[in-house]
Every structure is written in structure tokens, then in C-alpha cells.
């Protein structure tokens, strides 16, 4: 396999850092996306080199302490919000050239109260710390601890100081990542509808778990069924409404 490339690297260096500075929320911090997927399969399992230049990490309101802040356990560490809600940036060095990597802090659109465009009412944390996203609902309900440790063997966080955390399973890692992104593409594309107004403007993406025994049912925005791929990976059943 190809070395790993430096941006990647220096991604997980500032996400050990995110991790570090959110350790006193416990269960309440589960890391998903890209990162969660490249530590569950194993460099073994991949033809080329994992890369991704951001991490992703799903927050439980419902497991979230109301101290320390997460703006000031974030901003403590380094980190600087962005323009929009939940997206901290990290300043790091990659190939001699300052970077800013993101972080984002995501809460799992199905349990986000208090929605606006983007941000989402977190108590005392206030309506910018995190953002709020469809397509992270598996995380919370599928998750288990496992150690991530840096890339970087000079980063003195490597093997001797790498983290116990929690990270989305191996069999819901690339589901919630592909449900993320489908659901990141098809607010564009209502986004787009909207501005123009055209008729001919292309539909939103089909999602895989759409019925496909009606063609014309739709799905309201506030229920995508992100839930029920969340409910495949837990193990849940939904009762057949056809006899035996």
C-alpha cells in the first residue's frame, strides 16, 4: 500500500487533539465519518491509501455534560469556529504550508432539538457549538470503544499515548458515512431547485432506503429515512404489514 499521505496524517493528529480536549463528555463523543470507517476496515483491507482531510464526530445530547463547554474545551485546544455552526478549524503543517483542518461536532439530525439551518440548541452549550446533519443516527446506537492512535511516529501520541474512545462499528462505519453524504447532496439539490426555480432541475438523489413498491411516495425532509438504516445496523426489525 501507498505511504499515507501527509494531509491524512495530520488530520488524525488534529482529531487526537478534538478527542483530548471533549474527553470529559465520555460517551456522549463517537467518531464517525471517513476517520471511523479507515480505522474499522485496517490498511490491510484497502487496495490504495485511507485519506481524508477532516474529521467527523457524532454528539449525544443526551449523553452531553453541561461542563466543560464545548466551545471552550475546543477553543482551548487550539481550535477556532468556523463561519458555520460545528465546523472547528485546526491549525496544522502539511508539506511546509499552514493548513487549517476541520473538525465538525455533529448532532444526529433525528434527536436535534431546537434546528436552524445548521446550528442546533445544545443547553448551556449554546446553538453554534454543533451542527446538526442527517445520516449520523447509526452512531449513536452502534458504536464501540477502540484505541486510536497517531500516524505520526514522532508525534509523542502515538502507541504509548493513544486514546480509548468510542468510534461507529465496522457494519454501520460506511453505511453512516455513504447516508451522510446522500443527505449532504440532496439539500444541495433542493438548494439549487429553489434558487432557480426551474422545472427541469434535476430531482434529489434517491435514497437506498426509499420503498421502492410505490414510486410515488416521498419523503418529507424532516423524515429521512436515515433511521432506518440506524435500525438495520442495531439489529431492529420493523413488523411486516403482510400476513405470514
Do not use: K
Request: glycine share 6%.
Amino acid at each position: 500500500m501507498a505511504a499515507l499521505d501527509p494531509a491524512y496524517v495530520a488530520a488524525r493528529r488534529v482529531l487526537l487533539d478534538a478527542l483530548r480536549a471533549l474527553t470529559p463528555h465520555g460517551p456522549a463523543v463517537i467518531v464517525a465519518g471517513a476517520q471511523a470507517v479507515y480505522l474499522r476496515t485496517g490498511s490491510a483491507d484497502l487496495a490504495i491509501a485511507p485519506y481524508t482531510t477532516d474529521g467527523d464526530l457524532a454528539i449525544d445530547p443526551h449523553q452531553l455534560a453541561d461542563v466543560p463547554l464545548l466551545a471552550a474545551a475546543m477553543e482551548e485546544a487550539g481550535f477556532a469556529l468556523s463561519t458555520e455552526p460545528g465546523i472547528w478549524h485546526a491549525p496544522a503543517r502539511v508539506d511546509g504550508m499552514e493548513v487549517a483542518i476541520p473538525v465538525d461536532l455533529i448532532v444526529p439530525e433525528r434527536v436535534a432539538v431546537g434546528r436552524g439551518r445548521r446550528s442546533v440548541r445544545l443547553g448551556p452549550h449554546g446553538r453554534r457549538a454543533a451542527r446538526h446533519a442527517a445520516g449520523l443516527e447509526a452512531a449513536l446506537v452502534d458504536h464501540a470503544p477502540m484505541t486510536i492512535a497517531a500516524l505520526d511516529p514522532n508525534d509523542n501520541r502515538g502507541h504509548s499515548g493513544a486514546l480509548w474512545t468510542r468510534i461507529t462499528s465496522s457494519r454501520c462505519a460506511l453505511p453512516t458515512r455513504a447516508s451522510w453524504w446522500i443527505s449532504r447532496v440532496r439539500d444541495e439539490q433542493v438548494r439549487a431547485h429553489r434558487r432557480t426555480g426551474a422545472p427541469d432541475a434535476p430531482r434529489p438523489v434517491a435514497s437506498f432506503a426509499r420503498p421502492t413498491t410505490d414510486r410515488r411516495r416521498r419523503w418529507p425532509r424532516r423524515r429521512r429515512p436515515t433511521v432506518a438504516s440506524a435500525s438495520r445496523c442495531a439489529g431492529w426489525s420493523r413488523p411486516s404489514s403482510r400476513g405470514a
